[in-house]
């Protein structure tokens, strides 16, 4: 019993000791605001304008919409609201040099993109 207590404790004290982790660095933080015109819109105007998703999750009352372009992505953030899904943030990568986390360079490919494809 004695040396299954000791062997515990050594158990206990290694996973508490500090170091031999590997550290991670966090990216740096969105920079604040959002595109004009996409916030509010419902998940039926994002089909609208910029088409199907290539990736969406659900966690909860969030929605992530993810476009894909060989030069771009971009993440769109809707959130349940009285019964309909609207988006409450949108992010690219890369980022651009905008004053948002969304480089409207990236947003405008896949508007356009929309736009040029053939009606169904």
């Known amino acids: 019993m004695r040396r299954l207590l000791l062997l515990s404790g050594l158990l206990l004290a290694a996973c508490a000791s500090p170091g031999g982790g590997d550290k991670v660095n966090l990216p740096a933080a969105p920079r604040p605001g959002e595109p004009a015109g996409l916030v509010g819109l419902s ?10 998703p290539a990736f969406v999750r659900k966690d909860g009352i969030v929605e992530l919409w993810r476009y894909d372009d ?26 651009g040099n905008s004053t948002t986390a969304a480089d409207p360079a990236c947003l405008e490919l896949f508007l356009k993109r929309r736009v040029s494809q053939p009606v169904s």
């Open 70 to 95: 060989a030069s771009c992505k971009a993440f769109f953030f809707l959130y349940a609201e009285s019964g309909t899904n609207r988006v409450r943030h949108v992010e690219t990568l890369p980022r």
């Open 43 to 52: 998940s039926a105007d994002m089909r609208a304008n910029f088409g199907t």
